[in-house]
């Protein structure tokens, strides 16, 4: 099993600025994995962090607008840029743990 | 990313009965399919797993069942208790990678 800690927990941002989301994991992963979960929505799949090489990111998710790092095997950081109030959602770690994937408990971010 | 949706977004049970909940998948090529159970404020949780040489798996009261030829997916949970209240995911793994691609989710709210 793997155990996911997300910071922060939620916040409140104004419009136009940044926030920097952390995950760390108890364990060392290759791949890690990002969500956002819109309210009353399901998750959907933003990026793969890969330690050592640039994010894949999926159709419709741009680096410029949600760049990652991963410096680490336990480490990676998503950061929402330039928020408008659409990007108010739950943001989601997640690792694959060999048979399962394990998801942090989420950061929930709005946006006035 | 892929589609994956469910068919029901609300389902209502009285306590002690059965509850079935169902997913259509649209990758044939799909070989692995999570079911997750998310609870208010809380990360997806994994309930049971099924691979695609399987077209049954039973856990302890949940059992999944997978019909490749429709694609097809359904979650039955045995003698529904209020603690099943959640939203529940069905994902599916495209074996591109180790990422899933969620369904809509289906809530259940469970009758005392």
């Known amino acids: 099993s793997a155990v996911i800690s997300q910071k922060p927990s939620r916040d409140i941002c104004q419009r136009g600025t940044s926030l920097t989301i952390q995950c760390q994991v108890d364990?060392?992963?290759?791949?890690m994995f990002w969500y956002r979960q819109q309210p009353g929505q399901s998750l959907t799949l933003i990026a793969t962090?890969?330690?050592?090489?640039?994010?894949?990111?999926e159709s419709g998710f741009v680096i410029d607008k949600f760049p990652i790092s991963r410096p680490n095997l336990t480490f990676s950081t998503l950061t929402v840029s330039n928020m408008s109030p659409e990007d108010s959602s739950i943001y989601l770690c997640?690792?694959?743990?060999?048979?399962?994937?394990?998801f942090g408990q989420g950061t929930r971010l709005t946006v006035v | 990313g892929e589609s994956v949706g469910l068919h029901l977004p609300t389902l209502s049970v009285q306590e002690g009965d059965n509850s079935i909940i169902n997913c259509a998948y649209s990758?044939?090529?799909?070989?692995?399919f999570i079911w997750y159970k998310q609870e208010s404020g809380k990360g997806p949780q994994f309930i049971i797993d099924?691979?695609?040489?399987?077209d049954k798996r039973q856990g302890q009261r949940v059992t999944v069942l997978l019909n490749k030829t429709v694609k097809h997916l359904s979650l039955q949970i045995a003698a529904t208790q209020p603690g099943d209240s959640a939203v529940y995911f069905c994902a599916e793994n495209p074996q591109t990678g180790n990422q899933f691609y969620f369904g809509t989710g289906t809530s259940l709210t469970v009758i005392p």
């Open positions: 990758n044939s090529a799909s070989d692995y």
């Open positions: 962090a890969n330690q050592g090489s640039e994010a894949t990111y």
């Open positions: 099924i691979r695609s040489n399987m």
């Open positions: 364990s060392q992963v290759t791949m």
């Open positions: 997640s690792v694959w743990g060999g048979t399962e994937a394990f």
